[in-house]
T-cell receptor, first 114, second 114 residues
Framework: AQSVTQLGSHVSVSEGALVLLRCNYSSSVPPYLFWYVQYPNQGLQLLLKYTTGATLVKGINGFEAEFKKSETSFHLTKPSAHMSDAAEYFCAVSDIEGANNLFFGTGTRLTVIP | GAVVSQHPSRVICKSGTSVKIECRSLDFQATTMFWYRQFPKQSLMLMATSNEGSKATYEQGVEKDKFLINHASLTLSTLTVTSAHPEDSSFYIC??????????FGSGTRLTVV
């Protein structure tokens, strides 16, 4: 079975500061990991994903995440926050790409302070 | 990647009435579509897997007679909330999965039952 834990339901950072959103997963098999962003009243948009290969994954809008198997983590980072980054971020795990389900974390709301 | 169109984006209905939500895959023939529900301040929860030409597969705890899913073509799946009640008010999102590119989500439908 798979599950995701996102530490911190709400994170606030100053504009220009580092963004770090935490995600830990549980999976009995090698995981596929995803980060999605949801702007108010909109659907989810894929930021980045890890399937196989390089453990540091770069996504859109300057975000990146590193898969650390030893820590069962897939934290999302961005060196410098922009006001436009304010949104809800969801981490998700799937066991294999052919699986029909994603298991989502409860989300982290990012607030960017001017 | 796939483009998924969801309609309507917002709907307000009276208690006891039924509401139909459409999910269209605009450039991809989707044999499988997924329906999620998101309650306020909570993560997405998979409701059902919609299969073209056959019955949908519902997750545990989801009433199939209340949430009717029809996937009559490779580009259209519909979710009908029957006899809606205020507790059905939520954000409903559909998605399709393409091998190699992950999931693409619709923009969601905010249902308010009054």
């Amino acid at each position: 079975a798979q599950s995701v834990t996102q530490l911190g339901s709400h994170v606030s950072v100053s504009e220009g500061a580092l963004v770090l959103l935490r995600c830990n997963y549980s999976s009995s098999v090698p995981p596929y990991l995803f980060w999605y962003v949801q702007y108010p009243n909109q659907g989810l948009q894929l930021l980045l994903k890890y399937t196989t290969g390089a453990t540091l994954v770069k996504g859109i809008n300057g975000f990146e995440a590193e898969f650390k198997k030893s820590e069962t983590s897939f934290h999302l980072t961005k060196p410098s926050a922009h006001m436009s980054d304010a949104a809800e971020y969801f981490c998700a795990v799937s066991d294999i790409e052919g699986a029909n389900n994603l298991f989502f974390g409860t989300g982290t709301r990012l607030t960017v302070i001017p | 990647g796939a483009v998924v169109s969801q309609h309507p984006s917002r709907v307000i209905c009276k208690s006891g009435t039924s509401v139909k939500i459409e999910c269209r895959s605009l450039d991809f023939q989707a044999t499988t579509m997924f329906w999620y529900r998101q309650f306020p301040k909570q993560s997405l929860m998979l409701m059902a897997t919609s299969n073209e030409g056959s019955k949908a597969t519902y997750e545990q705890g989801v009433e199939k007679d209340k949430f009717l899913i029809n996937h009559a073509s490779l580009t259209l799946s519909t979710l009908t909330v029957t006899s809606a009640h205020p507790e059905d008010s939520s954000f409903y999102i559909c998605s399709v999965r393409m091998s190699g590119t992950g999931y693409t989500f619709g923009s969601g439908t905010r249902l308010t039952v009054v």
